[in-house]
């Protein structure tokens, strides 16, 4: 007598990083720890019982945990004329799921496969669930003889088979075992204790894996197990009678798991390999089922197909080469050697003469991802690569069945067509594989597995700068790039100075540093795919200066006209500066900052009077190189009274002169001289509608007059300037002309510069 042994889960948060394990907890009967460790494949089987005209149906049914499904037949060269939808129940969340259909596989015709073949649909990932609801309808409705017999849903539960499987247990599931055994999880009961009255329910449980299944997965191509047969679905198949050679690669192997890193049962396929003569193309599959499987689980979901195929289909082995997983992960497919021509049963009529890649999910809706995309396109080029065949190119391949594709296209067996190297399942019969959207993405996998680098371009160059159409650097430059190929498929990246490479960058690299000598140079990248296809970028003008630029002018300070007061002298700074290649800017350092262009010349400040000040600028040529100015100067304010005075003047008083006070006169001939060292002088006066002119002296010469009148009144004002190459001794003299009927002169001092 058996006894059930109900497993639960228990959350685990380890090491405070939010990160949950899933430990399955001591059963009632006390199992052994190697017996919780792992867990062999097991398959249950229960027939689908008349219902409506022109249906099959398994009502809401409580099962033993699975995680994929199908629908199958008896009479593997039979076909499913209707349609069978399947439904499940969570085990995370006890939730029913919406109907989903499931789509028809290919007919098998392989007489390897033996009388117990039958006919299946693709199978399903639906995640760990512990029910199921099946109907199948004949396309017209109208009568049950036209679906086939021995309809039944097959209910996989993958197991626990890898290291990395046993430390995340996915669910909890039943174990049944009798008394006297230690209740391992392998002598579980079939579902027949839960199955609806009338229905013929069976189970059968493959031996546990291999203790090899387990292992880590091997480097080498030749790491799968020993050699099983693989089941021909083209009516051209013939055993090969020898084992062929692995021809080298024109492009490096991607990594790929193998059979025991994902945890194959061996004992499922005995049989010897099949192998073709070479690989001509290579078919593109989507398994369908989920999206939304972790990564982790797709070794599990490699072990369910597998034993699908070899215990539902009762084919040999695993139809396919290789599967892909949405994360890139490249899994071992079919034995007998990753290297070798396998002969596999992926596309119906065409096996004979290509290889399989299914990637794990179901691309109707949505497109596969980058990763999954990157690792067909390495796996193709690969295979495809032993055989000199270009990814991007067409082939001949002859139909080893009358068919018709998804397009119409019908096809003779025996005759010759041609096909794209990498082609989708529905190019070579008719089937909506590998779906609607990942078929669209079939052009950039055959443009990255054959190359060149698509879409290359050099996005910048760190270390130099442009001006115009020319970059200037001081010698050393940083190179970035951007590719739409994924760096997996690109040997190297090469940055070429006057066409040779001057540095070497890997694959995955984005940027790569080079010293140029004096001079110009262009400055390209060149991508090399994997193929040996090259690809360059347009070249750039870089110039290499190490000269720094020059002040041809020093900065000077002149003075400006203006308003005048103690703290705020208008001045203009004034200079020139010059590059051999390019110059950039020049900037103003102190008193204050300001950054100008490299054609300015001057701009308008203040400065105060009485305090020494540095005036520092910065010289900038497009290479980075610079120079520096930064010479001093002092404005000084000359009070009226420090002048020397002829005729009559009078003294006013004011806050809105300078100091509080200024000189006025309307004698004609009145004058005011002052004599100081330097290279500027503005005279300061008053002005209003009633001011009259005066006449300016400069060294004992008559330089010009200058008219006060203003229509309005205002004070302090540099009305006049003057400024010489350097700083000497000078004398300014002012005159009053005795303007008729308004003779007015108001003087506030002079300001100089030293």
Not at 411 to 430: E, L
Not at 662 to 679: D, E, H, I, N, V
Request: neutral net charge; contains cysteine; aromatic residues 8%.
């Amino acid at each position: 007598m058996k006894r059930r042994a109900w497993l639960t889960l228990g959350a685990v948060v380890l090491g405070g990083g939010g990160v949950v394990t899933y430990a399955v907890a001591s059963p009632s009967a006390g199992h052994g720890a190697e017996g919780r460790a792992k867990r062999p494949v097991k398959i249950y089987d229960l027939a689908l019982k008349g219902g409506a005209i022109g249906e099959r149906e398994l009502p809401r049914t409580d099962t033993e945990q699975f995680s994929l499904l199908g629908v199958s037949w008896t009479g593997s060269t039979k076909r499913l004329h209707g349609t069978a939808q399947v439904r499940t129940r969570s085990v995370g969340t006890g939730e029913w799921t919406a109907w989903q259909d499931l789509e028809a596989a290919d007919p098998l015709e392989d007489p390897e496969a033996g009388p117990d073949a039958r006919g299946a649909s693709e199978p399903l990932w639906v995640g760990p669930s512990d029910g199921v609801q099946v109907q199948v309808v004949h396309q017209d409705g109208s009568t049950s003889t036209g679906l086939p017999k021995g309809l039944q849903v097959n209910l996989v539960d993958p197991g626990v088979a890898t290291a990395a499987e046993t430390k995340a247990e996915p669910a909890a599931y039943v174990a049944e075992g009798t008394p006297s055994d230690s209740a391992s999880p392998a002598d579980s009961a079939s579902p027949a204790d839960s199955a609806s009255p009338g229905e013929s329910v069976t189970a059968s449980a493959p031996a546990s894996p291999s203790d090899s299944a387990s292992a880590a997965p091997s480097d080498s191509a030749s790491a799968s197990a020993s050699p099983s047969s693989s089941a021909s679905q083209s009516a051209s198949a013939s055993p090969s009678a020898t084992t062929p050679s692995a021809p080298p690669s024109t492009v490096p192997e991607p990594p790929i798991v193998s059979r025991a890193g994902w945890g194959a049962d061996e004992s499922l396929s005995p049989d010897p390999s099949d192998y073709n003569a070479d690989v001509k193309a290579v078919f593109v599959h989507h398994t369908d089922g989920t999206n939304d499987y972790t990564c982790s689980e797709s070794p599990a979901i490699v072990r369910a197909i597998y034993a699908y195929h070899t215990q539902t289909e009762h084919w040999n082995d695993i139809g396919y080469n290789f599967l892909v997983d949405k994360c890139g992960t490249i899994f071992e497919g079919r034995k007998g050697g990753v290297d070798k021509p396998v002969l596999g049963a992926h596309t119906y009529g065409w096996n004979r003469e290509s290889a399989g890649i299914a990637v794990l999910g179901d691309y109707t809706d949505a497109g596969a991802t980058d990763a999954a995309l990157e690792s067909v396109a390495r796996i193709a080029a690969w295979k495809l690569g032993q055989y000199g065949a270009d990814p991007a190119g067409t082939v001949k391949l002859t139909a080893g069945a009358t068919q018709t594709n998804f397009f119409g296209t019908s096809f003779t067996s025996g005759t010759a067509y041609t096909f794209n190297r990498i082609s989708g399942h529905r190019d070579g019969y008719n089937t909506q594989c590998p779906g609607n959207s990942l078929y669209p993405q079939l052009p950039t996998i055959r443009a990255w597995a054959a190359g060149p680098v698509q879409d290359l371009k050099l996005t910048s160059l760190s270390g130099a700068a442009l001006s115009g159409s020319t970059y200037y650097t001081k010698g050393t430059i940083t190179a970035k790039w951007s590719t739409t190929t994924p760096g997996s498929l690109i040997s190297k990246f090469e940055v070429l100075v006057d066409g040779k490479a001057a540095a070497t960058a890997s694959g995955t690299a984005t940027s790569a540093s080079a010293t140029l000598g004096a001079g110009s140079h262009t400055v390209a990248v060149r991508a090399v795919h994997q193929s040996g296809r090259n690809t360059t970028t347009a070249a750039l003008t870089v110039v290499t200066d190490t000269t720094a630029p020059t002040f041809t002018t020093a900065p000077k300070l002149s003075l400006r006209t203006g308003t005048v007061s103690t703290t705020a002298v208008p001045v203009t700074l004034g200079w020139k500066a010059a590059d051999d290649a390019a110059l950039k800017s020049v900037s103003l350092l102190s008193p204050t900052t300001a950054t100008f262009g490299p054609t300015t010349t001057g701009s308008s400040r203040t400065a105060k009077s009485g305090s020494a000040a540095t005036w520092s600028m910065k010289a900038y040529d497009y290479a980075g190189n610079t120079r520096t100015s930064s010479p001093s100067f002092t404005p000084v304010i000359l009070q009226e009274t420090s002048a020397v005075r002829s005729g009559t003047w009078t003294a006013r008083s004011s806050t809105n002169y300078l100091g509080g006070k200024s000189y006025s006169s309307t004698s004609k001939g009145a004058s005011l001289s002052w004599t100081f060292t330097g290279r500027s002088a503005s005279w300061v006066v008053s002005r209003a509608s009633t001011s009259g002119q005066a006449y300016v002296y400069v060294d004992g010469t008559k330089v010009t007059t200058v008219d006060l009148k203003s229509s309005t009144t205002s004070y302090r004002q540099a009305i006049w300037t003057k400024t010489w190459s350097s700083s000497a001794k000078h004398t300014v003299k002012i005159v009053v002309v005795g303007t008729s009927g308004r003779p007015t002169v108001t003087t506030d001092g002079l300001v100089y510069i030293k």
